[in-house]
């Protein structure tokens, strides 16, 4: 009789001699072989076949005589679903069953196969067999066979050698290195090896063969079985006769050694070597795989490439959120670990995604919109999916797509023509949002009561804060509501905050849109010509030019004193000078004129590439003021922008001519001229504004034809994205710090040399105290001779697409330990240094977390 089943046949025929009754439950069925052939001396076994009223009748013929029988009554279902129906039995004899106590009535398959094999097979190999018949993947007769195999298996040697005979750590330890091999020679174990091998993971090793060869074949054989384990039956005829595991129990042991191999970096370049090796001699990434298959497997580099050209072909046909999720989980895989383009590559993915979702929900809200002005503004910036965000995503997707490197023409086709069909997507929509709100607010003959105007801002929400504390008034050029609204987000947590929405001033260009956020702008405001091509903000008789103007209308009318400097004073800190003036003045004034000077430089692939670390800065920036005793903090706009793609012939439009008082690529200004059914055209006073002048300005994300004009960012007419200005009031708030600074961080280069434009590195830390770690909010940054080279691409979880930042978090099953992150960043800039050091910064201190590592450089961009 096998060893497993004998062990078994021996534990029911001990209870009957001891207690003569016995009802044996098997809800599982593990054993219905055995009962049906269950033989034990001098004792009767009673077996349910479909009838309660049957085996009662069987039984109860048995229990009229004299003398107590030896009875075995076999019941393959649940003891609680037999509505107590052998009650009686249950109380006369003895109740066997998966959990029964004592533990001589457990009838636990796993239990009982670890029983009987722990004598022959040891302990470690016994604890992993138990795991897998706890996991369903090994039977009675799978124990039995590997009994009878164990018989032959002696594992003393393998536990000297490695320090274990868990088939699993033996065969990682093999796989991962040749160091044990002399061992291994030297002590003659091969055999040993092999039949360890063999038994467990259902793999045949030619004795002759070399352990050299033995490593390769083991290999192929783990990575072959885990592909094949998920295609479930659908495997091409090209590998139908490659050698795989067949039993339950191989198959989950070679998946599970090929994810144990993956997840460790220390032999991670062990497994991607022959996951390489065996792709190529095999031709896999030749082969059409069933990819809806292979979602969630790792095993081959052309799964993760078949996958990535699955979503962006499946995106092009529709924008699926299925796909986005796809997407989004790849981030945090195996080959996206391995290969920083990877990651890169599906987080571009992701944004395009992203763009293209959005664009569909706008789109459909669209053929439903508000009528009214208020409730457009709201749907555009209040609600819990506010419109905006498509313009988000779209920035997102567009500084990725400028990080991406393309490679050769053509190289990736599938991922061009995904972000070309967003981007159209995008100007689409937005131009179709853009015609809507500007016939409402037409029509709406501004200034609307109950929605605040931009010339009201500093009589509503500055003049009112000016007696109570210190107050930074912020104006940031070109600052969008949408990257306020992500701003603001960043700050919650360090200010109680709102923001909300206001009407711009037309036309929305910096000389009107800066003067309009002046003293006494609510009072008096009109828009008069001031020569050269250029129209100026008139404020209750004084013409409001440029900056200069504008700092000393400012200093003459706040009320207060009045101490003026730029965002890049207060970056990395402030000097003594501005630190003085801050303690010296009621009202602090700071501007902003990154966004506008980048963009409107014409170097789209560099404003694409900077303009988020315009939020970082600005992010930066108010901490600076808060930490300096500045109570309150006021950030607003001049106007906001369009940067969609780069404007072909098709969307350029004549202007209206006539007498030009001013003239930009979304807006003319002046008299006389023509007016066609491409733009509106209307007086300025019409829309609210005092002036002597026409206003036109195209219905769509067209622009005006004009000398010297931008080829995608553009400001100055009445879509949504350029006429809403953001008002954001911080004021801030005290927070306990961070337990961070008790963290031991570990950072782990993906690669010894820095390669490639784009360099990985995997963050990890643990906390040895009593508390919970609060992880921290983290920076990494590539420095060439302290000079950062680099900008944050990606990262598995926790990326903040608006500051390249990444927030930690705690590992679910330990509070006391940082769930690994690997990040990827690109590099910026050439690198004349022979090595460039990682750093892992602080994101809102900018203090670094632990010494810089050194990496060499092997790369020239």
Avoid at 48 to 54: A, E, K, M, T, W
Avoid at 246 to 257: F, H, I, Y
Avoid at 474 to 489: G, K, N, Q, T
């Amino acid at each position: 009789m096998p060893v497993v089943t004998e062990a078994l046949v021996q534990q029911i025929a001990k209870q009957v001699d001891e207690k003569k009754l016995v009802v044996w439950y098997d809800p599982e069925q593990a054993y219905s072989g055995v009962a049906a052939q269950l033989s034990i001396p001098k004792t009767t076994v009673a077996r349910y076949n479909g009838s309660f009223l049957r085996l009662r009748k069987e039984v109860d013929q048995l229990l009229d005589s004299n003398e107590a029988p030896r009875l075995v009554v076999y019941v393959p279902m649940e003891r609680t679903e037999t509505d107590s129906a052998l009650v009686e039995l249950d109380c006369a004899g003895v109740i066997m069953q998966p959990r029964q106590q004592p533990p001589v009535c457990n009838t636990r398959l796993s239990v009982v196969g670890r029983n009987a094999l722990r004598p022959i097979l040891g302990d470690d190999q016994v604890a992993e067999i138990e795991r897998q018949v706890e996991a369903g993947k090994l039977s009675l007769a799978d124990l039995d066979s590997l009994a009878e195999k164990g018989k032959d298996i002696s594992t003393g040697l393998l536990m000297l050698i490695f320090g274990s005979a868990n088939p699993q750590d033996v065969a990682l330890a093999f796989l991962g290195s040749n160091e044990a091999d002399e061992e291994i020679s030297k002590k003659e174990a091969q055999k040993e090896l092999q039949h360890l091998l063999q038994a467990n993971f259902d793999i045949d090793l030619p004795g002759a063969e070399a352990l050299s060869n033995w490593r390769v074949r083991l290999g192929r054989h783990i990575l072959l079985t885990d592909l094949l384990n998920s295609l479930k039956g659908h495997v091409p005829s090209s590998l139908s006769s490659v050698p795989v595991a067949n039993s339950a129990g191989g198959k989950d042991s070679c998946v599970r050694l090929a994810r144990t191999w993956r997840n460790r970096r220390d032999l991670r370049d062990s497994y991607v070597k022959l996951a390489n090796q065996v792709e190529e001699e095999l031709g896999l990434g030749k082969l059409e795989l069933p990819v809806q298959l292979l979602q969630d497997n790792e095993t081959f580099f052309c799964v993760e490439r078949a996958l990535m050209v699955h979503v962006e072909t499946g995106l092009c046909n529709a924008a699926d959120p299925a796909l986005l999720q796809l997407a989004q989980q790849r981030l945090a895989r195996f080959w996206a670990d391995v290969k920083p383009e990877v990651q890169a590559r599906w987080a571009l993915i992701s944004s395009a995604a992203e763009v293209l979702i959005e664009a569909d929900r706008v789109g459909k809200a669209l053929k439903k919109a508000p009528a009214t002005l208020p409730a457009l503004l709201k749907a555009y910036t209040d609600d819990d999916e506010p419109w905006c965000f498509l313009d988000t995503h779209h920035r997102n997707m567009e500084s990725r797509n400028y990080s991406f490197d393309f490679g050769g023409s053509g190289e990736h086709p599938e991922l061009e023509k995904l972000i070309t069909k967003a981007e159209r997507r995008y100007t689409e929509v937005g131009s179709e949002l853009a015609k809507h709100f500007m016939t409402v607010f037409q029509k709406a003959k501004p200034p609307v009561k109950g929605l605040l105007q931009q010339r009201e801002i500093f009589e509503k929400q500055v003049k009112p804060l000016l007696g109570d504390g210190k107050v930074a008034y912020v104006w940031v050029d070109a600052l969008r509501f949408e990257m306020a609204r992500e701003l603001s987000r960043l700050l919650k947590d360090d200010f109680d905050l709102t923001l909300q929405a206001a009407v711009g001033t037309i036309p929305t260009i910096t000389e009107i849109g800066m003067a309009a956020l002046l003293p006494k702008a609510n009072e008096s405001a009109k828009v008069v010509a001031v020569g050269g091509g250029k129209v100026a903000l008139e404020i209750g008789g004084t013409v409001i030019k440029d900056r200069k103007d504008r700092v000393a209308f400012l200093k003459e009318n706040a009320g207060v004193t009045v101490f003026e400097a730029k965002l890049e004073d207060l970056l990395p800190k402030p000097t003594k000078k501005v630190k003085d003036g801050i303690q010296g003045a009621a009202l602090i004034l700071i501007t902003s004129q990154e966004i506008d000077e980048l963009c409107e430089a014409d170097n789209v692939a560099q404003a694409r590439l900077q303009i988020d670390g315009v939020l970082s800065h600005l992010r930066r920036g108010v901490r600076v003021l808060a930490d300096h005793g500045i109570k309150t903090i006021v950030l607003v706009a001049d106007h906001g922008h369009l940067f969609a793609e780069e404007i072909g012939d098709d969307m350029k439009i004549e202007a209206p001519g006539g007498k030009v008082e001013d003239l930009h690529r979304r807006v003319w200004i002046g008299v006389g001229g023509t007016s066609e059914p491409s733009y509106l055209r209307t007086s300025l006073v019409s829309l609210g504004v005092e002036s002597e002048f026409d206003i036109a300005t195209p219905w769509t994300f067209a622009v005006f034809k004009s000398k010297g004009g931008g080829r995608a960012y553009f400001h100055g007419g009445l879509s949504p994205q350029e006429l809403i200005v953001p008002v954001v009031v911080m004021r801030s708030v005290t927070k306990a710090a961070a337990l961070s600074s008790g963290i031991q961080w570990t950072l782990k280069p993906g690669t010894a040399k820095l390669t490639t434009r784009f360099f990985s590195v995997q963050i990890a830390g643990d906390q040895s105290s009593l508390f919970g770690i609060e992880p921290p909010t983290v920076r990494i940054e590539l420095r060439a001779n302290k000079k950062c080279v680099s900008q944050p691409v990606s990262a598995s979880y926790g990326f903040e697409n608006a500051t390249g930042e990444v927030k930690l978090k705690a590992a679910e099953n330990d509070n006391k330990r940082i769930e690994p992150n690997t990040v990827t960043v690109m590099v910026t800039e050439e690198i004349s240094q022979k090595t460039v050091a990682v750093c892992l910064l602080d994101a809102t201190t900018g203090a670094e977390l632990l010494p810089p590592i050194t990496i060499e450089v092997a790369i020239s961009l």
